[in-house]
C-alpha cells in the first residue's frame, strides 16, 4: 500500500518542486490540509518518543497506521478533486501537504525499509535518506481545532460512503 501512495503522490507532484514548499502560504491551506498536517506532526512527536526508547515495533506501526488510515484511507480521497480540478490555488496546497507528507514519510520509513525509503526520498533530493536528519516536530502546526474539523469531514465522508454502498 506504501508503493502506491508514494505512486499517487509523485503523478500529482511532477510540476511541484522543492522551492515550492519552501516559502509555501500557509493560510492558503484547507482545513483537511491542516488536519493532516497537524496529524503528521503528532506522528513525528510520538514516533521519536518511541524511537529514543527503542521501541521500534510500535514506531513502525504508528508510522504505517498513518500511512494506510489518515493519508490513503482518508485524506488522499478527500483531496482528488484538488489534484485533478481546475483551481490551481487549491491544486497546489493539496500538492504541499503530500509533498511535505511524503518527504517526511521517507525519513522516517529510513530506519525501516531502507531501500524503499531511499527510493521516495531520490524525488526530493540529490543526497541520500541516510545522510538526512529524523524529521521534528513543528509544534505551530499541531491544532485541535484544525483535528476536531478535520475528524468531521472524515466522518461525513465516512457515512455518506456508507450510504451510498
Known amino acids: ?17 522543492p522551492e515550492d514548499a519552501e516559502n509555501f ?12 498536517l497537524s496529524k503528521l506532526n503528532r506522528l513525528i512527536d510520538t ?8 521501541q521500534f515495533d510500535s514506531t513502525f506501526k504508528a508510522i504505517r497506521g498513518f500511512a494506510w488510515e489518515i493519508l490513503a484511507d482518508n485524506y ?4 482528488k478533486g ?3 480540478g481546475e483551481d490551481p490555488e487549491g491544486r497546489k496546497a493539496a500538492q504541499y501537504v503530500l509533498y511535505t507528507t511524503t518527504r517526511t514519510l521517507s525519513l522516517m520509513l529510513a530506519p525501516f525499509i531502507p531501500f524503499f525509503a531511499e527510493e521516495m ?11 538526512q ?13 484544525a483535528e476536531a474539523a478535520g475528524e468531521m ?5 465516512g457515512e455518506t460512503r456508507r450510504y451510498k454502498s
Open 1 to 17: 500500500k506504501m508503493w502506491s501512495i508514494y505512486r499517487f503522490s509523485m503523478s500529482h507532484l511532477k510540476d511541484f518542486e
Open 25 to 36: 502560504p500557509l493560510d492558503s491551506l484547507y482545513t483537511i490540509d491542516r488536519w493532516l
Open 47 to 54: 514516533a521519536t518518543k518511541e524511537f529514543d526508547e527503542y
Open 76 to 79: 488522499l480521497e478527500l483531496v
Open 82 to 84: 484538488r489534484l485533478y
Open 121 to 131: 526520498y531520490s524525488r526530493f533530493d540529490k543526497e541520500s535518506v541516510h545522510t
Open 133 to 145: 536528519a529524523w524529521p521534528s516536530v513543528n509544534e505551530s502546526l499541531i491544532s485541535e481545532e
Open 153 to 157: 469531514i472524515k466522518d461525513i465522508t
